[in-house]
């Protein structure tokens, strides 16, 4: 897997990954972007569609030239257009948002010449050789090494900065007995908000009522009658009327949701066609868990994706490539992609999130070992953690 070209705080700041060059702002002093004309913006022909010839954006930073001045549009994202609003702000919309009338920027060509610059050079390494945004170039390889040291360096950073870590988590996260960490992260505040399905919060809940995951036992042993204990775990959550209020009336009394909930960390559990129940909190129309997950990403400062392929690559689409901080200055947002398989760090990457450092390795041994390098960096810094209950801390290990 070949290492991102990228750095932690952009120009002059620690790297997240050794040996790699800051951020390189364009030079619009070349004559070329210099003497570009103004992006061209024509109306939306009706509510929900694009006019024709609309240019279709990367997850890059992207520069659009108006009034003489190239500007970054606001809530970058891929596959998606470039709208000026009555206020004169330049945003990053999805085609299903525009109403008729709304100014749409038109052009084909990424290199400035049509008012629209697209920085593949800023961060990434693997770009085509005409220096275009390009799908389907990205290497991984399980034989790599895995820099945990690194990655603990920069989830403490966030945490020190007020950094905005969405995570987003597959169901084998609670299977395979990574729960424990999963509330430690959360109750140490390393977690801004976490994305992700019904299973997750089913079987995590399951683990808190009856000590089991579809079933099966802290031992990975099939229990009697365990088939039904995920139905049994929705239906006391639907009886509540809520994850929060069967938080509060003491029947979930640990795990992952248990945290969210006491610790106001946000979550978002979106559905899927196969879903149990589902739990009353998930959200079953895929537009709007479109949205709601968008909220979250239009704030993120990094990623840790866990054993989720659908879920990994629907986040690594709504988020940019990068991360403009207070001074206006851009760093790479840190994007760390965690499964058993390598077809799916190579899925999406291939799908432009090019930016993803692929681990290659089960979600039990990454979250044990991230948390003891997490551990460790906090240590040496001298900083002290959030301490987490006893009972919590001894629930969230079944």
Not at 100 to 113: L, Q, T
Not at 203 to 215: P, R, Y
Request: aromatic share 8%.
């Amino acid at each position: 897997m070949r290492i991102p070209r990228s750095s932690l705080f952009g120009c002059g700041g620690p790297a997240i990954f050794p040996f790699v060059p800051t951020f390189n702002p364009p030079n619009f002093d070349k004559p070329a972007l210099a003497s570009a004309p103004d992006a061209r913006f024509v109306p939306a022909p009706a509510d929900g569609v694009l006019p024709e010839g609309f240019f279709s954006t990367t997850n890059l930073p992207t520069y659009v030239r108006i009034g003489g001045q190239w500007r970054l549009p606001k809530e970058p994202r891929m596959d998606s257009a470039l709208v000026l609003d009555p206020a004169g702000e330049l945003w990053v919309r999805e085609g299903r948002r525009l109403k008729k009338g709304d100014k749409v920027a038109v052009g084909d060509a990424e290199d400035g010449s049509q008012g629209i610059f697209v920085h593949a050079g800023a961060f990434m390494e693997e770009v085509g050789s005409d220096g275009e945004f390009k799908f389907m170039v990205s290497e991984v390889s399980r034989e790599k090494p895995i820099d945990y040291a690194l990655m603990a360096k920069i989830l403490v950073d966030e945490r020190e900065s007020g950094g905005y870590p969405i995570w987003v988590c597959g169901p084998a996260l609670v299977h395979s007995r990574a729960r424990n960490d999963m509330v430690w992260f959360i109750q140490n505040g390393f977690v801004g908000a976490m994305l992700a399905g019904n299973a997750v919060a089913v079987h995590d809940i399951e683990a808190s009522i009856f000590g089991t995951t579809l079933g099966m036992s802290g031992e990975g042993k099939a229990t009697q009658g365990g088939h039904g204990l995920h139905m049994r775990a929705i239906n006391k959550v639907r009886a509540a009327g809520s994850i929060a209020a069967a938080v509060a009336n003491g029947t979930i009394k640990d795990g992952i949701m248990h945290a969210c909930v006491t610790t106001n960390t946000p979550f978002v559990l979106t559905g899927s066609i196969r879903d149990d129940g589902p739990l009353p909190e998930v959200i079953t129309d895929a537009i709007a868990a479109q949205d709601a997950m968008r909220a979250h990403a239009v704030k993120a400062t990094m990623a840790i994706l866990i054993a989720t392929a659908l879920h990994a690559i629907a986040t690594g689409n709504m988020l940019p490539a990068f991360v403009m901080q207070p001074d206006g200055a851009l760093r790479e947002l840190a994007t760390i992609c965690v499964d058993s398989a390598e077809f799916v760090v190579s899925k999406l990457k291939d799908r432009g999130t090019h930016q993803a450092f692929g681990v290659v390795t089960n979600a039990q041994d990454f979250m044990h070992i991230l948390r003891l390098y997490v551990e460790r960096e906090i240590d040496q810094r001298g900083m002290a953690s959030t301490a987490i209950p006893a009972a919590a801390s001894a629930g969230a290990a079944r």
